[in-house]
């Protein structure tokens, strides 16, 4: 199984909204990743959490929260975002050996509409 | 800072012909160069994975190969068909796990 999944794959939610958006693998990767990807524009890494630590990408606001309950799910918690966070968001993961990680493998992505 | 182009930015050829993609990068302390396809409005497709230490990966009619000291890397397709049509992406891993930067992209229009 080489899937990376996300759900949903569609989210419309206002300025004052609470949401999350998920991912799931099943393939025993260590390090999962949260890209933000704009139209026309290639993907921008927001976090990485490898073996549970997080890597935070310093340009990430903190209306945008990772949490990773556990080696195979990652979540990305949404509070008061801004009509220019509409992107396609994107989960990856990869395995990691001897500390450097390996092939990053996708999932479809979550297209998120901020009105 | 690593920064990462692609040349061409767009490019459109007959069907049958094999082509060149190139990615640069300023930055050649890097652990790996990947590859990928994206199609409009979906996720990335693992095309090629390099290491550092590696020069090339071949898979079907795709080859990547790999010169750190220059800072590129090129991906080559053979008999490029319909279905090759679709927006091309490198990405460098760095001296950082975290450090992940992709290229602009290349997008490929392959005519029937």
Same mark, same amino acid.
């Given at each position: 199984?080489?899937?990376?999944?996300?759900?949903?794959?569609?989210?419309?939610?206002?300025?004052?909204?609470?949401?999350?958006?998920?991912?799931?693998?099943?393939?025993?990767?260590?390090?999962?990743?949260?890209?933000?990807?704009?139209?026309?524009?290639?993907?921008?890494?927001?976090?990485?959490?490898?073996?549970?630590?997080?890597?935070?990408?310093?340009?990430?606001?903190?209306?945008?929260?990772?949490?990773?309950?556990?080696?195979?799910?990652?979540?990305?918690?949404?509070?008061?975002?801004?009509?220019?966070?509409?992107?396609?968001?994107?989960?990856?993961?990869?395995?990691?050996?001897?500390?450097?990680?390996?092939?990053?493998?996708?999932?479809?992505?979550?297209?998120?509409?901020?009105? | 800072?690593?920064?990462?182009?692609?040349? @061409?930015?767009?490019? #459109?050829?007959?069907?049958?012909?094999? $082509?060149?993609?190139?990615?640069?990068?300023?930055? *050649?302390?890097?652990?790996?160069?990947?590859?990928?396809?994206?199609? @409009?409005?979906?996720? $990335?497709?693992?095309?090629?994975?390099?290491?550092?230490? +590696?020069?090339?990966?071949?898979?079907?009619?795709?080859?990547? #190969?790999?010169?750190?000291?220059?800072?590129?890397?090129?991906?080559?397709?053979?008999? *490029? +068909?319909?279905?090759? *049509?679709?927006?091309?992406?490198?990405?460098?891993?760095?001296? *950082?796990?975290?450090?992940?930067?992709?290229?602009?992209?290349? #997008? $490929?229009?392959?005519?029937?």
């Amino acid at each position: 199984d080489t899937e990376v999944t996300q759900t949903p794959k569609h989210l419309v939610m206002g300025m004052t909204n609470k949401k999350s958006l998920k991912c799931e693998q099943h393939m025993g990767h260590r390090a999962m990743y949260w890209y933000k990807q704009k139209a026309k524009k290639p993907p921008e890494l927001m976090f990485v959490y490898s073996y549970e630590k997080l890597s935070i990408n310093e340009s990430v606001p903190s209306r945008f929260s990772p949490e990773c309950p556990n080696s195979s799910l990652l979540n990305l918690h949404l509070h008061a975002l801004q009509p220019e966070d509409s992107a396609l968001y994107l989960c990856a993961s990869s395995q990691v050996e001897a500390g450097e990680e390996c092939e990053q493998y996708f999932g479809p992505g979550t297209r998120l509409t901020v009105t | 800072k690593q920064e990462v182009t692609q040349i @061409p930015a767009a490019l #459109s050829v007959p069907e049958g012909e094999n $082509l060149v993609l190139n990615c640069s990068f300023t930055d *050649s302390a890097i652990y790996n160069l990947q590859w990928f396809r994206q199609d @409009p409005g979906k996720g $990335l497709t693992s095309l090629l994975l390099i290491q550092s230490s +590696q020069r090339e990966q071949t898979s079907g009619r795709l080859n990547a #190969s790999l010169d750190k000291s220059s800072g590129r890397s090129t991906l080559y397709i053979a008999a *490029s +068909q319909p279905g090759d *049509s679709a927006t091309y992406l490198c990405a460098v891993s760095g001296t *950082s796990y975290d450090k992940v930067i992709f290229g602009p992209g290349t #997008s $490929l229009s392959v005519i029937p």
